[in-house]
């Protein structure tokens, strides 16, 4: 049975170095279990509890699950590679102890790194993509980190496109998707970001369907991309601009994403995810809409 998640990023704690304040994990927690979510993923490193005991308490305090958390690793680089194990094996051993073996490392490139890949979101061209050699250290790293955390923990993998990164179109995610070990790296996907790609959710549904063990739901306004593009904004720019906007208001096709889900008989969790910058948005409201909007949708 499918579930319903959130996510802090949807409260303004992104994984990107940023100094603006955001509200205490407390309030995140009590504003997810108030507006009808069942589950939070970790956020950055530090944003809650990384004692057991007490992340253990405050979840349980408030009914929720804890299903998984973002690792950032610069793939393309191999020396990268073994901080990114231990990060993954840090955050894994967390997890672990909460909440067994159940959650995901949601890994993913260390996204808006590059100049040139954040200043040309959703626009990249051929002359912004990786080599032959850097996508074998990439796909090499991403599994590297995978079997880390499956050996030493019995967590599963899953790796996360993502805009102002080196895996945001179609293209690239089937490169590294076709590079790596189906049984080995899951894929986590993003409604909002494969369409902020170039992508059509539903074909990738249909294409990687038992590939998918964990699921984004992320709205994406086309308008906003258009702006973007004439304005010639960056993939932070956009996201100021709301280009992550309400489940409903944005040209993501839910309602046919849901009848996908279950034509292949998905049944993990649905995290929801609405990317605001520190301090800006209606974070709870627009929680509690959200959750509103999929109830009508029959989750």
């Known amino acids: 049975m499918i579930r319903i998640a959130n ?25 997810m279990q108030e507006t009808g979510y069942a589950g939070t993923e970790l956020g950055d490193w530090g944003f ?21 958390a973002f690792v950032p690793v610069t793939l393309a680089n191999p020396l990268a590679h073994r901080d990114g194990i231990a990060q993954a094996l840090k955050t894994a051993r967390l997890l672990a102890a909460v909440s067994g073996n159940t959650p995901f490392i949601v890994l993913a490139d260390d996204n808006g790194r590059d100049a040139a890949r ?8 051929p002359q912004h993509m990786l080599g032959d050699e850097q996508w074998a250290a990439f796909a090499a790293g991403a599994e590297a980190i ?5 050996d030493e923990t019995g967590l599963r993998t899953v790796f996360h496109h993502h ?11 089937d490169r590294l998707l076709s590079l790596t070990d189906a049984q080995l790296l899951g894929l986590c996907f993003d409604t909002g970001h494969y369409c902020y790609g170039g992508g059509d959710p539903l074909a990738a549904i249909e294409q990687y369907g038992s590939r998918i063990w964990h699921v984004h739901f992320k709205d994406f306004s086309m308008a906003i991309a258009e702006q973007a593009r004439n304005e010639g904004w960056d ?12 489940l409903g208001q944005g040209n993501v096709d839910f309602p046919a994403i849901i009848d996908a889900l279950h034509e292949i008989r998905y049944d993990g969790w649905i995290v929801v995810e609405q990317d605001v910058l520190p301090g800006l948005g209606t974070p709870k409201e627009s929680a509690a809409r959200n959750r509103a909007y999929l109830r009508r949708l029959g989750l």
């Open 48 to 68: 809650m509890p990384i004692d057991p005991s007490q992340l253990w308490r405050a979840l349980a305090q408030r009914q929720l699950a804890l299903l998984g």
């Open 146 to 150: 995978a079997r880390a955390v499956r």
């Open 7 to 31: 996510a802090p990023c949807s409260w303004g704690v992104l994984e990107f170095d940023d100094d603006a304040q955001t509200a205490a994990y407390g309030r995140v927690l009590d504003e």
């Open 235 to 246: 993939y932070f720019d956009a996201v100021r601009h709301g280009i992550f906007c309400e």
């Open 118 to 125: 954040t200043q040309n979101a959703g626009r990249v061209g």
């Open 163 to 173: 805009a102002a990164g080196y895996v945001e179109t179609p293209e690239e995610l």
